[in-house]
């Protein structure tokens, strides 16, 4: 599996951005994606998943309400589509994928064994 995500850049605080990842190497539509964040001097962080089978979506809090992900199976990509960004929202960004997680553990980064090699998302205030 290789993911190859785009689309991060320098926006100000308020603005939208949309970041995507392609998937290639395996059938798309069975893989969980997920996206997850580092901000400078902090922990990679959960931001959200979404599930092949069902497509069941799942969001850390600090987010809920303003970024949401899609995926596209024809064009074998996930989004994470972002609004209203704050300065804290500063960070890379990286896809991740793997199959078989289960609902309760979509937030563990240990479930996801495929990464892709990050976007940055820079947030003026």
């Known amino acids: 599996v290789q993911l190859q995500a785009s689309g991060g850049g320098l926006v100000q605080a308020g603005d939208s951005l949309r970041l995507s990842c392609v998937f290639s190497g395996r059938t798309f539509s069975s893989y969980t994606l997920g996206w997850f964040r580092q901000a400078p001097g902090k922990d990679r962080e959960f931001v959200a998943a979404i599930r092949g089978s069902s497509s069941t979506t799942v969001y850390a809090d600090t987010v809920k309400g303003r970024f949401t992900i899609s995926r596209d199976n024809a064009k074998n990509t996930v989004y994470l589509h972002m609004i209203s960004l704050r300065p804290e929202d500063t960070a890379v960004y990286y896809c991740?994928?793997?199959?078989?997680?289960?609902?309760?553990?979509?937030?563990?980064?240990?479930?996801?064994?495929?990464w892709g090699q990050g976007t940055l998302v820079t947030v003026s205030s």
């Open positions: 991740a994928a793997d199959r078989g997680i289960i609902l309760s553990s979509l937030r563990q980064q240990s479930q996801y064994d495929y």
